[in-house]
């Protein structure tokens, strides 16, 4: 069913981000990926306890900042490229990507609602939230059309906006094999109470991969600080091509290295799974306003402590 609601891109379940955001047509990750612990390496950042948050913050970016805060002209270096601006809320621009379009709707839900339904409601209160702290560029993109011109588009836009961040939502299902039939207001559905979760992505193909995983590191961790549990179900053999490699155990983070809106930004660039619509539960919590509230907190902190790591260690500035 999803099938057909989504481009037939190249395999009958395509109703789901595997899919849908396909940079190629090549299938999975090889099981040797998947066990290698080699990309398991979050930034320390992320990670470690806020003390040494603080101490640690002499990454490249923080550290360009804070000798830009003490003037360049005084330490004989170049002027920092706008990196400078980053902690700026005026000026720092995400752009939040409404997953798929009103034409190709993305997943449908247990209750035969568009994930881009979902998608949008989300984001349009991220968006407020962000705003409603400072983060004054903040951009929701909403793109127009067929599935697969439609990331071209979104990247384009990104790209052409100058993003400093670009964060992609969405709603999670499963593969078509995983559907069971059921009745919802007397019209035939699908479901899958198997799986439930949030899961955040991110590309080994984007330009900036570190900085990009940090965001992710940053989403995820306010995803599970808020009491929300990350989908499991990727790092499984049943899920068969449709596995990603999990970077971080603790949180949650995936790698999609071929998503098409994550390595072809040219800012660093995630994609939050925001919970699954196919699982009936979920679904009803997806649906409310306190979930909504829930996680674009989530995401609204994430954002404040990639642009500031004092936030995450002192509250609001
Ligand atoms: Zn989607």
Redesign the pocket.
């Known amino acids: 069913m999803a099938a057909l609601v989504l481009l037939p891109i190249e395999v009958s379940d395509a109703g789901?981000?595997q899919d849908?955001f396909k940079g190629s047509s090549k299938q999975g990750k090889s099981p040797k990926q998947l066990s290698s612990p080699k990309h398991v390496t979050p930034p320390k950042r992320a990670n470690s306890p806020k003390r040494a948050t603080l101490a640690k913050s002499a990454s490249p970016k923080h550290h360009t900042v804070k000798l830009a805060a003490l003037g360049p002209a005084a330490l004989n270096l170049p002027a920092p490229k706008p990196l400078a601006t980053m902690c700026d809320p005026s000026r720092f621009r995400i752009v939040l990507d409404v997953?798929?379009t009103a034409s190709s709707e993305?997943?449908i839900s247990a209750r035969n609602v568009a994930?881009f339904v979902f998608?949008q409601r989300l984001a349009q209160r991220i968006e407020e939230k962000l705003k409603a702290e400072g983060f004054a560029e903040t951009r929701l993109l909403v793109t127009e059309g067929k599935a697969r011109p439609s990331l071209v588009k979104r990247v384009a836009a990104a790209n052409d906006l100058h993003a400093n961040l670009f964060l992609s939502i969405?709603?999670d299902s499963v593969p078509d094999s995983f559907l069971e039939n059921w009745e919802f207001e007397g019209k035939k559905s699908h479901f899958s109470d198997r799986f439930s979760g949030y899961s955040v992505f991110v590309s080994h193909g984007n330009p900036d991969f570190k900085t990009s995983l940090l965001f992710a590191e940053l989403v995820a961790k306010e995803m599970k600080a808020q009491g929300l549990q990350y989908a499991q179900q990727y790092t499984q053999a049943v899920m068969g091509r449709y596995q990603h490699p999990l970077l971080n155990k603790e949180t949650g983070v995936y790698s999609y290295d071929k998503l098409i809106v994550l390595k072809s930004t040219r800012m660093p660039a995630v994609l939050l799974e925001a919970g699954s619509i196919i699982n009936r539960d979920e679904e009803l919590k997806m649906d409310s306003p306190e979930r909504r509230d829930i996680i674009s907190s989530g995401v609204t902190a994430a954002v404040k402590e990639f642009c500031d790591p004092r936030w995450a260690l002192l509250g609001p500035l």
Request: hydrophobic letters at 35%; zero cysteines.
């Open positions: 789901w981000l849908v997953g798929h993305g997943a994930e998608n969405h709603h």
